[in-house]
């Protein structure tokens, strides 16, 4: 087996993970600790958005159209980050860090977990959703490089 998903990143290296989360916290009991109000956010978050002035006079396909265009629309602003990281523009240089880039893939991150919470009604639990589809996910992939090896 490769060693490479060893490795540490060097954007989200152990110290930076520890300062989030407490010297050497047990993931698991972290996210038992603030999973119920990450539930509650992202419901909230989308109903919020549901129930703007900006969508009063909506009809349903419409303004599921627009919460999946923002997912697409917060991706973009990844891609502008990280050319600002590497400075591909020339005219503009360098412009954007690696926080960033970090701060907008969350974006996208609460983006579509808000369009999934809308799906449902705002209710339910769009994380844990995320979290199945992971382990789908994840199963595939181990499947697949098992396979290829």
């Keep these: 087996m490769s060693t490479r998903g060893q490795q540490k990143s060097k954007y989200w290296p152990t110290a930076k993970a520890d300062a989030v989360l407490g010297p050497r916290a047990p993931r698991a009991r972290v ?40 997912v697409a629309e917060e991706a973009g602003e990844v891609i502008s980050a990280l050319t600002g990281v590497t400075g591909s523009n020339p005219r503009k240089g360098v412009t954007h860090t690696m926080g960033d880039v970090e701060s907008e893939l969350l974006d996208v991150a609460l983006t579509a977990l808000c369009a999934v919470a809308h799906l449902h009604d705002n209710e339910g639990d769009p994380v844990l959703l995320l979290a199945a589809h992971a382990c789908r996910v994840h199963t595939r992939l181990k499947a697949s490089i098992e396979g290829a090896s």
Aim: hydrophobic share 35%.
């Design 31 to 70: 996210m038992s600790t603030h999973y119920p109000l990450l539930v509650d956010q992202v419901c909230g978050l989308s109903h919020m958005i549901d129930t703007s002035a900006s969508y009063a006079d909506c009809e349903t396909e419409t303004i599921l159209w627009r919460r999946c265009a923002k």
